[in-house]
């Protein structure tokens, strides 16, 4: 499931609007210590869902809005969309391009949009679930999960397989049905 692109706005260092386009292949993001690298993978675990502000380096989810420096004012809100092309509908969802939005205000209101239109968190998990995708997934692997999944239990481990595999998603369904 290609990714065409990734917006970010006010977004951790990303103050002014940026659009990073992925072409076919492989894309490698280089640059200086502190330039913003690891920034980009956060914001794309943010914008599929991420709940924890620890784990994005920060204390309070607020915190993901740019903060301000010394020639530019704080912004008021952080956006990311990132952009799926769904032409062979690897997403479950009826469009030849999928976006995903998440954005956040300093009030701390928080909105998700799937093609501009206000969605659930829920609804933005549902679609990555079957993909194989999803913030904690091995799609991303940040630094420091390495070690972390090498020293996991065993049945850790089997839901991070079970997730990668894309069966996750009908063993959540078996509970919730069994739950009922
Ligand atoms: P390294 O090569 O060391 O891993 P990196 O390219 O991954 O570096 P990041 O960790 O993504 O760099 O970027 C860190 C920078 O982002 C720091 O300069 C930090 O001040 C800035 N930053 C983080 N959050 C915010 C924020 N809310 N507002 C403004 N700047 C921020
Ligand atoms: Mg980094």
Redesign the pocket.
Known sequence: MPLTSLILEGF??F?DKTVIDFTKGITGIV??????????T?AIRWVMGEGSAKSL??RNMK???????QFRKPSNRAEVTMVFDNRHRELDFSADQVSITRRILKSGDNEYLINQQPVRLRDVRALFLDSGISQNSLAIIS?GRVDQILNSQARERRGIFEEAAGVLHFKQQKQQAQGQ
């Open positions: 951790k260092s103050a640059g200086p210590n502190g330039s913003g690298k690891s920034n980009i956060e380096r920060g915190d993901v809005i740019f903060a301000g420096s630094q």
